[in-house]
């Protein structure tokens, strides 16, 4: 089966902060993204790999271990999660790929083992995704006071990669709207099932300054260190 990667790296990263989109900023002595195509590159079966970034970030973006040797692809992103995407999808259209896999740039802990049984679970449905049982309490709040709870049996976190028959995920971005938060929710609305496959608490998504510096503790763990 011939099987691509895409990573989404496109977006400014409000929520983080800082003088750089989180993708770009440090983690361990490189920029998050190096991480994430690491992981990718360690990964059995990904015959191709897209990077979608900003055109602002494309100098940055160059000098990524393999983007100059070809091995990595650059892809123009949009102005949201699933225009980027889209637009990924697109420039793999013709090329014969059969599994997809998409993956949030920022998130630079994903495993081998992850990518792995997210791809095998394709087997039995049209697509599959990481996602982590919500095991803490649920409240509403309003004004800063608990108002209420809400039972969390069957909810769970989305994480990424999600992947995705090729055509079926194509033919769902091209006629979806827009506005939805990842790929499931595309593939969901064009009726594709999509099976769940265990997530990993540590494959976290840096979104908040303070993610930074859990990530760095966590690959420091993870060397051994
Ligand atoms: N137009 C966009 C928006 C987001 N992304 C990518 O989608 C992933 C998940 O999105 P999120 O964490 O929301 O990133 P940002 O949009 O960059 O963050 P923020 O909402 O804080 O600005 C990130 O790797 C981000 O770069 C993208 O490729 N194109
Ligand atoms: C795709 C995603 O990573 C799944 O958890 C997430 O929905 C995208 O990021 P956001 O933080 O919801 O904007």
Redesign the pocket.
């Known amino acids: 089966m011939t099987t691509a990667a895409i990573i989404?790296?496109?977006?400014?990263?409000?929520?983080?902060g800082g003088d750089l989109?989180?993708?770009w900023q440090p983690l361990a002595g490189q920029p998050v993204l190096a991480h994430t195509l690491a992981a990718f590159r360690a990964a059995a079966g990904v015959s191709r790999t897209l990077l979608?970034i900003h055109p602002d970030d494309r100098a940055r973006a160059e000098g990524l271990a393999g983007v100059a040797e070809g091995s990595v692809e650059l892809v123009e992103?949009?102005?949201?999660?699933d225009?980027?995407v889209r637009n990924a999808l697109e420039a793999l259209a013709g090329a014969g790929i059969e599994r997809v896999l998409i993956h949030?740039?920022?998130r630079p802990l994903v495993a081998p083992g992850l990518i792995a049984r997210t791809l095998a679970a394709l087997e039995s449905a049209p697509g599959a995704a990481p996602a982590v049982p919500v095991s803490d309490a649920l409240w509403r709040g309003e004004g800063g006071r608990v108002v209420g709870t809400q039972d969390r049996t069957g909810l769970f976190r989305a994480q990424t990669p999600q992947a995705f028959r090729y055509e079926a995920i194509l033919a769902a971005h091209r006629a979806h709207p827009g506005g939805a938060a990842d790929d499931v929710e595309v593939a969901r609305a064009a009726g594709l099932e999509v099976a769940i496959v265990e997530g990993c608490e540590d494959n976290l998504?840096v979104?908040y300054p303070g993610d930074f510096a859990r990530a760095e503790r966590l690959l420091a763990l993870a060397a051994g260190l």
Do not use: C, N
């Open positions: 989404v790296a496109a977006g400014r990263g409000t929520r983080a989109p989180k993708q979608v992103g949009g102005a949201s999660r225009a980027s949030d740039g920022a998504k979104t």
